[in-house]
């Protein structure tokens, strides 16, 4: 069954770690295998997503009905949406020595996501824990305990940075 937990949880997880400078050219390294395979690789991560969280369909009216997951793999909108999510994280992989950067492209989806689409902030988590689980089983023999790591270091850099545009705009 679903859960979706609330801004406690939020608050405990957000604490992101600094990522080394080994640790990003190991994300880097697997990133460009993943990238490589960019549409296919996002559609799986958007598919267990909704077929793990179902209730996150309901931000996506193109495919919120949809529930056979072969369904949602042809679906047009769905693997444009993989597209555009994967070129973000792919800005993001590339920039990780620009701080900046990185935090400008992560509150722009932030704020897109929290004012346009209301989508939950938790829903980042998820979608970014699903993302380590179908990078480590797509590539497993690139996934070390160090690469595991490191991407998890990751998941909470955009997490945590997508959440902050949402603070951003309460404290408004």
Same mark, same amino acid.
């Given at each position: 069954?679903?859960? *979706?937990?609330?801004? &406690? @949880?939020? @608050? +405990?997880?957000?604490?992101?770690?600094?990522?080394?400078?080994?640790?990003?050219?190991?994300? $880097?390294?697997?990133? =460009?295998?993943?990238?490589?395979?960019?549409?296919? *690789?996002?559609? =799986?991560? %958007?598919? +267990?997503?909704?077929?793990?969280?179902?209730?996150?369909?309901?931000?996506?009216?193109?495919? #919120?009905?949809?529930? !056979?997951? %072969?369904? &949602?793999?042809? =679906?047009? $909108?769905? +693997?444009?949406?993989?597209?555009?999510? /994967?070129?973000?994280?792919?800005?993001? *992989?590339?920039?990780?020595? !620009?701080? @900046? #950067?990185?935090?400008?492209?992560?509150?722009?989806?932030? #704020?897109?996501?929290?004012?346009?689409?209301?989508?939950?902030?938790i829903y980042f988590k998820k979608l970014t824990g699903v993302?380590?689980?179908?990078?480590?089983?797509?590539?497993?023999? !690139?996934?070390?305990?160090?690469?595991?790591?490191?991407?998890?270091? /990751?998941?909470?850099?955009?997490?945590?940075? *997508?959440?902050?545009?949402? #603070?951003?705009?309460? +404290?408004?």
């Amino acid at each position: 069954m679903e859960k *979706v937990q609330g801004e &406690m @949880e939020i @608050e +405990r997880w957000e604490r992101s770690e600094e990522i080394s400078d080994a640790e990003k050219k190991v994300i $880097q390294e697997i990133w =460009s295998r993943v990238y490589a395979n960019c549409e296919d *690789v996002g559609v =799986s991560i %958007l598919i +267990r997503f909704f077929v793990n969280f179902p209730s996150a369909k309901q931000y996506f009216s193109q495919f #919120k009905h949809m529930e !056979d997951p %072969l369904e &949602m793999e042809r =679906s047009l $909108q769905l +693997r444009k949406h993989a597209r555009r999510v /994967m070129g973000a994280i792919n800005t993001v *992989v590339e920039n990780l020595n !620009d701080s @900046e #950067k990185v935090s400008s492209v992560l509150a722009l989806v932030g #704020k897109a996501h929290a004012l346009k689409h209301k989508v939950e902030p938790i829903y980042f988590k998820k979608l970014t824990g699903v993302m380590l689980e179908v990078i480590a089983e797509e590539y497993p023999n !690139d996934f070390t305990p160090e690469a595991h790591g490191a991407w998890t270091k /990751m998941k909470t850099l955009i997490y945590t940075h *997508v959440t902050a545009a949402y #603070k951003e705009l309460r +404290r408004k």
